[in-house]
């Protein structure tokens, strides 16, 4: 092998015999004479006058179709080159109808774009939803029907206003998930689950905080459940038919207050509210305005003995302002300002009259 990586092989073994150089006035088949101890058969290779040609072409076909001598036996491996995005991008735009369809895109993008910006897009979405939801919607796909459950003081009206549903969404596209978050930042709704029924059909399961009383602080006038958590803002006149309490922390002893109430017999209907003072203990204030303050302790025997006077001499009707039992075994009574005018004029000495 020689240093260009060539195979030397002996030209007698395709039977190319080396010929003797042609001389000037000598015959070109003119043979050397042997030399001492060469070979008889030994010829020298052929110089210039000679057919390199020929030679070249029995060689190839003495090696059945090889490569020809001065070239690399084996292949170089094939180098893969690098092509750009720009390229890339020139050879799909020259698919047939292609470049159309990049071109409408691209002015599409461009217009929506701009409406975006300039404020026509979320108009457009807002009078007819999101285009995606256009779609669905003509596919057959729309929110067509809303089955709602468990309600009990939320109409259907705040549920889907609370849920965001405005008719314009469609079903696929629609986020349940979403729509229970949404539904669970309303005070009156204690768990929620969403469902979607395809084609068009949403079911909503609701399951109810229960209303248990009405609370009033600072002026404030709250609905709260039955472990004092606040539900909503009183604007409901259906809740005037809960317990009444007022004052700071009633809200977490309203229990007691309802146990006051049921000790009261007959009274209850005559009740209004009941204030808490100092955290410690109750003041009833009746429907009459009167006030009735009862003791810290055994509030329900004080409730007893009102109920008694009630029935004997209907006290409550009386020009009073209020009845204070908190001190045991005694009871003090606040008139009116004309009944205690009066009260002193009936009482104040006659002129004239004897001392």
């Known amino acids: 092998m020689d240093g260009a990586g060539r195979f030397l092989r002996s030209l007698t073994r395709f039977g190319l015999a080396p010929k003797a150089p042609a001389f000037a006035g000598a015959s070109s088949n003119a043979k050397m004479p042997a030399f001492a101890g060469a070979s008889p058969r030994a010829e020298m290779p052929a110089f210039a006058g000679a057919s390199a040609s020929a030679g070249r072409a029995a060689y ?3 090696r059945g179709g090889a490569r020809p001598v001065g070239k690399r036996i084996f292949p170089r ?3 893969r080159r690098r092509v750009g995005w720009g ?3 020139a050879r799909i735009a020259t698919l047939p109808g292609l470049g159309g369809v990049l071109v409408l895109a691209f002015l599409a993008g461009v217009g929506l774009y701009g409406a975006q910006r300039g404020g026509q897009y979320d108009a ?5 939803g999101a285009p995606a ?3 669905a919607r003509a596919l057959g796909l729309g929110l067509d029907t809303v089955t709602i459950t468990g309600q009990i003081e939320l109409s259907e009206t705040q549920i889907l206003k609370g849920a965001g549903l405005n008719g314009l969404q469609s079903l696929p596209f629609l986020d349940a998930d979403a729509v229970r978050a949404r539904l669970m930042t309303m005070p009156l709704v204690k768990n929620v689950h969403v469902r979607k029924l395809l084609p068009s059909r949403l079911i909503i399961e609701i399951n109810e905080r229960t209303p248990y009383a009405v609370w009033q602080r600072d002026g404030a006038v709250s609905i709260v459940a039955a472990d004092g958590a606040p539900i909503d803002e009183f604007r409901d006149a259906r809740y005037t038919r809960l317990p009444f309490v007022v004052g700071e922390g009633a809200n977490q002893r309203i229990d007691d207050y309802v146990a006051l109430l049921e000790a009261s017999g007959d009274l209850r209907a005559k009740v209004r509210a009941g ?5 410690r203990r109750w003041t009833l204030t009746m429907t009459n305005g009167v006030d009735v303050l009862l003791p810290e302790n055994d509030a329900a025997s004080a409730l007893r003995q009102l109920a008694r006077l009630e029935n004997e001499s209907r006290i409550l009707e009386k020009d009073i302002v209020s009845l204070d039992f908190r001190t045991p075994g005694r ?5 009116t300002e004309e009944a205690a005018a009066a009260r002193a004029a009936a009482h104040a000495p006659r002129k004239g009259a004897p001392k």
């Open 60 to 62: 190839a076909g003495a």
């Open 275 to 279: 204030v808490l003072v100092s955290k």
């Open 331 to 335: 009871l003090f009574v606040r008139l």
């Open 124 to 128: 457009f979405v807002k009078v007819n």
């Open 133 to 135: 939801d256009i779609v």
């Open 87 to 89: 390229a890339t991008l």
């Open 77 to 79: 491996a094939r180098q």
